[in-house]
């Protein structure tokens, strides 16, 4: 069964701090995702990551960076943050191109 | 742009009513479909997939999708819901020509009364 698994669920940051969201995957998939999730908005890509040291920009990629250094992990850092950035923030992997997702359970972010 | 439309954003039902929810594709070409379902409180999870063959495809808890060329569209269908299919879903697609990319619909949050 393949588990993702994300460093928090919940997290309140001031505006202007580096925040960093972590996740794991444990089914040696090659694509990873991050998404960031909006009432009404569905799920936007902000990055993904084909391979170790390798990302692609989503859709809305303005405020966040990402960094894979091993195939499992894969980090989301939000390097000034800011209260439009208060949101779900859901990471996914998948083995096959163009297969299905796997979700973590998502780190709900509130930035005051 | 490649987008994906989901026509309802709220439906209420009472148990043992029929559901159809709605999605339309913008893509050309080979797609693979997707729907996905977030329970209250639970990650995101797939309901059922479309990659290729029978275009009506079966999932989990009763449900099932129908996949029509023609018309660009993934319909997700269950014939009599119970309470505990109160969630929010999601339609997915990608293409092979898009990439790594799946673009997903704004969902359909399904309130379910018992």
């Known amino acids: 069964d393949v588990k993702v698994t994300q460093s928090s669920r919940y997290l309140v940051k001031r505006t202007g701090e580096k925040v960093f969201l972590e996740c794991v995957q444990d089914?040696?998939?090659?694509?990873m995702f991050w998404y960031r999730q909006d009432p009404g908005l569905g799920l936007r890509l902000i990055y993904f990551?084909?391979?170790?040291?390798?990302?692609e920009k989503g859709d809305i990629p303005e405020g966040y960076s990402v960094s894979r250094e091993k195939k499992e992990r894969f980090s989301l850092i939000l390097e000034s943050a800011s209260t439009n950035q208060t949101s779900m923030y859901l990471c996914?992997?998948?083995?096959?191109?163009?297969?299905?997702?796997?979700f973590g359970p998502g780190t709900r972010l509130t930035v005051t | 742009a490649q987008s994906v439309s989901q026509h309802n954003h709220h439906v209420i039902l009472s148990e043992a009513a029929s559901l159809e929810l709605g999605c339309n594709y913008s893509?050309?070409?080979?797609?693979?479909l997707f729907w996905y379902v977030q329970y209250p409180g639970q990650h995101l999870q797939l309901l059922l997939k479309?990659?290729?063959?029978?275009?009506l495809v079966k999932g989990i808890k009763g449900f099932e999708a129908e996949f029509i060329k023609s018309k660009f569209s993934f319909n997700l269908r269950k014939p009599s819901v119970q309470w505990s299919d109160t969630a929010e879903y999601f339609c997915?697609?990608?293409?092979?020509?898009?990439?790594?990319?799946?673009?997903f619909g704004a969902g359909t949050r399904l309130f379910v009364k018992a």
């Open positions: 996914a992997s998948r083995g096959r191109t163009f297969g299905e997702q796997y």
């Open positions: 089914m040696d998939h090659e694509n």
């Open positions: 990551s084909y391979d170790v040291k390798m990302k």
């Open positions: 893509y050309g070409g080979t797609v693979n």
């Open positions: 479309y990659f290729s063959g029978d275009p």
């Open positions: 997915a697609v990608n293409n092979h020509t898009g990439g790594f990319k799946t673009i």
